[in-house]
């Protein structure tokens, strides 16, 4: 199956800085990549996305790029608030067959935002 | 909307106990799914069901099993509780994708199982 390496595993910045948290991925079959924000005691929330067919997204303050060659994705947060403190997975999925849907997702990396 | 919901929140097993834990969705969501989450490891796929009647097992089914018998419950029955399975287990669903494109997963709030 699918392999998803995420570093780093924890993440402080000052309020205002940015973080980049860089995912990579096994299969080159794989072709969507969700990121998925988690606060304590909650259960995972999608924040953004992206397919295959698409090298960059954005939204608002957050950016997700992709780069199938090397097989690696990031996720890029601008302007950060405390608010933004959670732990945040990246995810792939294999879109063939009986795997299709099914998410492999990353360890976790825990961001800290210091007001 | 509820979205998705799980009962219990909490729970306290004894080793050889069974139990159910329960997850709906009033979405009308075909796709749900079981996850387990330890920590530092992320989220590690259990079962999931493309439809009611249909399930198929993920990257670690062994000591769980699931049934679906309407779109909106998906329960996961843990038979012979291990101090393995202490574990926090999510709920998800989503919509079906067309052809190749995918949906979002929406989880539900989770439940903490201790098995001792």
């Known amino acids: 199956g699918e392999n998803v390496e995420q570093h780093p595993s924890t993440l402080s910045v000052q309020e205002g800085d940015s973080a980049v948290i860089k995912c990579t991925y096994s299969d080159s079959a794989s072709n969507y990549f969700p990121w998925y924000k988690q606060e304590l005691g909650k259960g995972p929330q999608l924040i953004i996305d992206?397919?295959?067919?698409?090298g960059e997204k954005k939204d608002q303050r957050i950016a997700v790029t992709l780069n199938k060659t090397a097989k690696h994705f990031s996720l890029h947060i601008t302007e950060t608030q405390p608010e933004d403190s959670a732990v945040y997975f990246c995810a792939a999925s294999i879109g063939r067959g009986s795997t299709l849907g099914r998410l492999y997702f990353g360890r976790g990396t825990q961001l800290t935002v210091w007001p | 909307n509820a979205g998705v919901t799980q009962t219990p929140k909490f729970r306290i097993l004894k080793i050889g106990q069974s139990m159910t834990l329960q997850c709906a969705q009033d979405m009308n969501h075909n796709y749900m799914y079981w996850y387990r989450q330890d920590p530092g490891m992320g989220l590690k796929l259990i079962y999931y069901s493309v439809g009611a009647g249909i399930t198929d097992k993920g990257e670690v089914p062994n000591g769980y099993n699931v049934s679906r018998s309407t779109t909106e419950d998906f329960p996961l029955r843990l038979e012979l509780a291990a101090p393995s399975q202490t574990s926090v287990y999510f709920c998800?669903?989503?919509?079906?994708?067309?052809?190749?494109?995918?949906?979002?997963?929406?989880f539900g709030p989770g439940t903490r199982l201790t098995v001792l």
């Open positions: 992206i397919r295959s067919n698409v």
């Open positions: 998800a669903s989503s919509p079906p994708g067309q052809g190749w494109t995918y949906n979002e997963q929406f």
